[in-house]
């Protein structure tokens, strides 16, 4: 026992000479390593390689004995040279997951990676690539929140995703067009590990629906036929621009800056505040009677600080019909907007999610997103 951690003691001071000593996934520094693949993992990421134990065996760096041979192996191989080989050819468009992502994705990665050789075949890319995309969906009902089977036709051709209430139908129940639609995975909020919310635009208004399917790689193959298609399209509308830049990229999909309960008053602030649920989509703050709505209650378009768009702690004197202390005020052109939080975290959270959109200058067509909602009733 004393030599077998003496053992790890040196392999660990030797492994972290190594300069691809980092998880696959993860920014810190990672004590686990798969020694069949040759790689660093952290904690969490170690228990997805195990799910794939017949390719990837795993052991601790620090806790379990390492052979000479072992040490060798990993000192030769090593997250860079692994890299090179499992991600040879990663679309454009397909979602690399970080640690701060849903465990589906970081798992999928992990097995299209090393299970699956999807970056070592072009071939073994068709389900997401293709341009054109058919299965059936469980999908949440608008009204009465039961999952019901629907079939969904993604069509990079057409640029449409649609689906339809009859296996049969002839007729799609709602068409999203893939320039304004939307994919995030949100296992907590939909209550399984496979919930997929897809928002697309409504005449200038958010729409939401949620879908999951059983199985986890068919789930994801639908969210990187999102992005493909949504690559494509962006493609065309930015001529020349390149997925790596700063602008591009985020536009294929993106999580939400921020989600949670705040209570919120009318345009007069007369009226007794309200518990919602709100949602900061880019430079939209929606909120919700219930999380899983299919359409916000209301929607503020926040600008820029240039634009004399601001948020401040606190709310103006003589406020009342408040029950949470914590007080937000977002300050537009128009008029100012009154929230309240549950506590003092929650209050700082919104405002500095709301302090960097604020912050961001505004992008020219997102002056045409104001103007429309500046013409709202």
Same mark, same amino acid.
């Given at each position: 026992?004393?030599?077998?951690?003496?053992?790890?003691?040196?392999t660990l001071f030797? +492994?972290?000479?190594n300069s691809?000593?980092?998880c696959?996934i993860?920014v810190?520094?990672p004590e686990?390593a798969?020694?069949?693949?040759?790689?660093?993992? =952290?904690?969490s990421?170690?228990?997805?390689?195990r799910n794939i134990?017949?390719i990837?065996k795993?052991?601790?760096?620090?806790l379990d004995?390492?052979?000479s041979? #072992?040490?060798e192996? @990993?000192d030769?191989?090593g /997250? /860079?040279?692994a890299?090179? $080989?499992?991600?040879?050819?990663?679309?454009?468009?397909y979602y690399?997951?970080t640690h701060r992502?849903?465990m589906l994705?970081?798992?999928q990665w992990?097995?299209? &990676?090393y299970?699956? &050789?999807e970056? @070592? =075949?072009?071939e $073994?890319?068709?389900?997401?690539s293709?341009?054109?995309r058919?299965g059936?969906?469980?999908?949440?009902?608008?009204?009465n929140?039961q999952?019901?089977?629907?079939?969904?036709?993604?069509?990079?051709?057409e640029?449409?995703?649609?689906y339809? /209430?009859k296996h049969?139908?002839?007729?799609?129940?709602?068409?999203?067009?893939i320039?304004?639609?939307n994919a995030t +995975?949100?296992p907590?909020k939909?209550?399984?590990a496979?919930?997929?919310?897809?928002?697309?635009? $409504?005449d200038?208004?958010?729409?939401? %629906?949620?879908?999951?399917? #059983?199985d986890?790689?068919?789930?994801?193959?639908?969210f /990187?036929?999102i992005?493909?298609?949504?690559?494509?399209?962006l493609?065309v509308a930015?001529p020349?621009a390149s997925?790596?830049?700063?602008?591009?990229?985020? &536009?294929?999909?993106?999580?939400y800056?921020?989600e949670?309960?705040m209570?919120k008053?009318g345009? &007069?602030?007369t009226?007794?505040?309200k518990?919602?649920?709100f949602? @900061?989509?880019d430079r939209?703050l @929606?909120?919700?009677?219930?999380p899983m709505d299919?359409?916000?209650?209301?929607?503020?378009?926040i600008?820029?600080?240039e634009?004399?768009y601001s948020v401040?702690?606190?709310?103006?004197?003589?406020?009342?019909?408040?029950?949470?202390?914590f007080g937000i005020?977002?300050v537009?052109p128009?008029?100012? +907007?009154?929230f309240t939080?549950?506590?003092?975290?929650d209050?700082q959270?919104? %405002?500095?999610?709301?302090?960097?959109?604020?912050?961001?200058?505004?992008?020219?067509q997102e002056?045409?997103v104001e103007a429309?909602?500046?013409?709202k009733?």
């Amino acid at each position: 026992c004393t030599r077998a951690i003496a053992l790890s003691a040196v392999t660990l001071f030797h +492994f972290r000479g190594n300069s691809a000593f980092k998880c696959f996934i993860c920014v810190a520094d990672p004590e686990w390593a798969s020694y069949t693949l040759g790689v660093f993992v =952290c904690l969490s990421c170690s228990g997805l390689h195990r799910n794939i134990a017949q390719i990837s065996k795993v052991k601790s760096i620090v806790l379990d004995p390492w052979s000479s041979s #072992e040490v060798e192996f @990993m000192d030769s191989v090593g /997250n /860079n040279t692994a890299k090179a $080989k499992y991600e040879q050819i990663v679309p454009a468009f397909y979602y690399k997951p970080t640690h701060r992502d849903c465990m589906l994705l970081r798992e999928q990665w992990i097995r299209a &990676k090393y299970e699956r &050789k999807e970056f @070592m =075949c072009v071939e $073994k890319q068709e389900p997401y690539s293709a341009g054109y995309r058919e299965g059936f969906l469980w999908k949440r009902g608008r009204d009465n929140g039961q999952y019901l089977s629907r079939k969904f036709i993604l069509s990079e051709r057409e640029g449409v995703l649609k689906y339809f /209430n009859k296996h049969d139908a002839r007729e799609p129940k709602a068409i999203m067009k893939i320039n304004t639609v939307n994919a995030t +995975f949100q296992p907590t909020k939909i209550g399984t590990a496979n919930g997929l919310q897809i928002t697309y635009l $409504k005449d200038n208004s958010t729409r939401n %629906i949620f879908v999951y399917h #059983e199985d986890g790689k068919e789930m994801v193959d639908w969210f /990187n036929a999102i992005r493909a298609a949504r690559f494509h399209y962006l493609q065309v509308a930015f001529p020349g621009a390149s997925i790596a830049d700063v602008s591009l990229s985020p &536009k294929l999909t993106r999580n939400y800056i921020k989600e949670g309960y705040m209570e919120k008053t009318g345009p &007069k602030h007369t009226e007794g505040f309200k518990k919602r649920w709100f949602t @900061m989509d880019d430079r939209r703050l @929606m909120y919700f009677k219930d999380p899983m709505d299919a359409y916000a209650r209301g929607e503020v378009f926040i600008g820029s600080k240039e634009n004399s768009y601001s948020v401040l702690p606190g709310l103006p004197p003589n406020i009342q019909g408040y029950h949470w202390q914590f007080g937000i005020t977002i300050v537009t052109p128009d008029r100012k +907007f009154l929230f309240t939080c549950e506590t003092e975290g929650d209050q700082q959270d919104w %405002i500095a999610a709301l302090q960097s959109v604020i912050d961001r200058p505004m992008l020219p067509q997102e002056y045409a997103v104001e103007a429309y909602f500046k013409r709202k009733p």
